[in-house]
Nanobody
Framework: QVHLVESGGGLVQPGGSLRLSCAAS????????MAWYRQAPGNERELVARITSGGSTNYADSVKGRFTISRDNAKKTVFLQMNSLKPEDTAVYYC??????WGQGTQVTVSS
């Protein structure tokens, strides 16, 4: 059974940074593409960033140049480094596998 656990969310001021982590179990992590999504109140869940098993990445236009997705296969963990945060980045952030497994989410709030 796939199990994903996100951590690292919190309250940060505009312009600040956060690093999210997602620890995976129950999958052959090194072969698994991974992704980060987010959902703000009243909005649909949207793709933020994804990373292939080989380390290739792509990003939503709204976060390009500010967010970086990475992975540590030895630790079975995927990260999302978020810099220059804006109030519109406020959302619950989820990690996910292409097979449709989801974590429970971690809240990110950007506010002064």
């Amino acid at each position: 059974q796939v199990h994903l656990v996100e951590s690292g969310g919190g309250l940060v001021q505009p312009g600040g940074s956060l690093r999210l982590s997602c620890a995976a179990s129950g999958i052959i992590f090194s072969f698994s593409p991974m992704a980060w999504y987010r959902q703000a109140p009243g909005n649909e869940r949207e793709l933020v960033a994804r990373i292939t098993s080989g380390g290739s990445t792509n990003y939503a236009d709204s976060v390009k140049g500010r967010f970086t997705i990475s992975r540590d296969n030895a630790k079975k963990t995927v990260f999302l480094q978020m810099n220059s945060l804006k109030p519109e980045d406020t959302a619950v952030y989820y990690c996910a596998t292409l097979g449709g497994a989801w974590g429970q989410g971690t809240q990110v709030t950007v506010s002064s």
